[in-house]
């Protein structure tokens, strides 16, 4: 996997192509090397990047807690919408930090964390409290179910609060009702991330749940309540 490294004011970045997934060492070599060098202020820019699976989050996690365990930042640039739509799914939009401008993304090393929040917040998500129940997809009839949270949802999938997890890429059997509506929303999906306890401690332990079956109507509902429902809460905070 390409990687170029530059540097401008006093800042790195990492311009990576392709795909990062398990084969993505690199990335965390690379920021070993930084790190131990004294090199503190690193940005990944995803501009060439055409997917992230589940083992490239564990990369980018593991990446992220070694400049944070030497008390650097890392900000992440030109992230691709399903992408950042992934992140939202595993709840990490609120721990990386993201940009569409090279220059504003350097410039916010020297940020308030005021600032910094506002700008995570171009991308909305909804938080939501939905009951699921969840069963992983087996030859046997007679799979235990399990109950757990819903704590956000999107298009692409929904992240589940519960201590009862499986290993990630494991195809779960999903029912759940939106809100307003009686219907039981059946789905499947695919765990694609398992709680940081070091990330995430709010949303440990969890799991963020990726879509991989839905029908048109399904996703159109999804979609709907979710544009309503952000739609409506902006309007009370401008209010």
């Given amino acids: 996997m390409p990687i170029r490294l530059r540097e401008e004011d006093n800042v790195h970045i990492l311009d990576i192509d392709g795909r990062i997934d398990i084969n993505s060492s690199e990335i965390i070599e690379m920021v070993g090397w930084l790190v131990n060098s004294g090199k503190l202020n690193i940005i990944f820019n995803f501009e060439n990047v055409d997917m992230v699976d589940y083992n490239g989050l564990s990369i980018l996690a593991i990446a992220y807690k070694n400049i944070v365990n030497h008390k650097g930042k890392l900000k992440l640039l030109n992230v691709p919408v399903s992408i950042v739509e992934m992140f939202k799914v595993v709840k990490l939009e609120t721990v990386f930090e993201l940009y569409t401008d090279e220059e504003t993304a350097i410039n916010s090393f020297c940020e308030s964390e005021a600032q910094k929040l506002h700008l995570r917040r171009k991308f909305p998500r909804l938080d939501i409290h939905l009951i699921v ?104 905070a401008d209010g």
């Fill in 133 to 236: 129940k969840y069963k992983m997809i087996a030859d046997t009839k007679n799979a235990k179910v399990f109950e757990g949270n819903v704590l956000n949802i999107s298009g692409a999938g929904i992240y589940i609060y519960t201590p009862h997890t499986f290993p990630m890429g494991t195809l779960l059997d999903l029912h759940f009702s939106i809100p307003g509506s009686a219907a039981v929303l059946e789905a499947t999906g695919r765990i694609s991330w398992l709680a940081d306890k070091d990330l995430q401690p709010h949303a440990y332990p969890g799991m963020g749940i990726s879509f991989s079956h839905l029908t048109a109507e399904k996703e159109r509902a999804i979609i709907d309540f979710i544009d309503k429902n952000v739609t409506h809460r902006a309007d009370q």
